[in-house]
């Protein structure tokens, strides 16, 4: 029987498009580059459906087979636009909601993402976010690599068993995280991937906050 989010003690998020709604953002910064090189842009429609980590793939996706030191140097030039603009982001309908209701039913809270580790800690700062997170756990470089090795640390040191948490992700390597970290995993179908990419991981998927509020 599937259980209700009220019925965990601790829930793990991912930030960049589960808390954080900036698909649009990531899109719009992954076509400035694609014009500035001469290739044609994706819309958000084909972004979400190629969308994966390790996010090189995502540049082979579109085209490009780009070496370890030219993704580098891609990566660069995402992330200054991507930074540029990340003011512009806010978070997803019903997110603070969910939180501060998941707050009174006695859940405690920590992102694991693969956002840069000081980038999302200003970033949780500038919601005010970071006074309710016991533990923010970011990627050590700007590159968004795999986050299965954190995840299998990510709970050391916390009072809670791996059946009473729960892992909240937008993508399919979310609930390769959550495999690692041994709990459950819900995934959100309003970020970085297409739904038709959530179905079938074994793991339930929701289109938004929204059907999480009512069980919260």
């Not at 949780?124 to 997170?133: E, K, P, T, V």
Request: hydrophobic content about 40%; overall charge negative; charged content about 25%.
């Amino acid at each position: 029987m599937r259980r209700r989010l009220a019925e965990y003690r601790h829930a793990v998020w991912d930030w960049n498009g589960t808390l954080l709604d900036d698909t649009w953002l990531c899109c719009e910064s992954l076509n400035l580059l694609l014009r500035e090189d001469g290739h044609p842009p994706v819309d958000p429609e084909r972004y979400r459906r190629i969308f994966e980590f390790p996010v090189i793939k995502v540049y082979q996706a579109i085209g490009f087979t780009p070496d370890e030191a030219s993704f580098r140097a891609m990566s660069v030039r995402f992330m200054a636009a991507y930074e540029s603009r990340k003011h512009e982001c806010r978070l997803h309908d019903g997110a603070e909601a969910l939180l501060d209701a998941l707050t009174r039913r006695g859940l405690t809270h920590s992102v694991l993402s693969a956002y840069e580790r000081n980038l999302l800690a200003a970033t949780l700062r500038q919601f005010g976010l970071d006074g309710r997170i016991l533990r923010a756990c970011g990627g050590q470089d700007i590159h968004a690599g795999s986050k299965e090795e954190r995840a299998r640390t990510h709970l050391e040191g916390m009072a809670v068993g791996r059946s009473e948490v729960i892992y909240v992700g937008d993508t399919a390597h979310d609930a390769e995280a959550a495999a690692a970290m041994g709990v459950d995993c819900v995934l959100v179908a309003h970020g970085h991937q297409h739904r038709a990419r959530l179905e079938g991981l074994g793991v339930r998927v929701v289109d938004g906050f929204g059907e999480l509020l009512a069980e919260a």
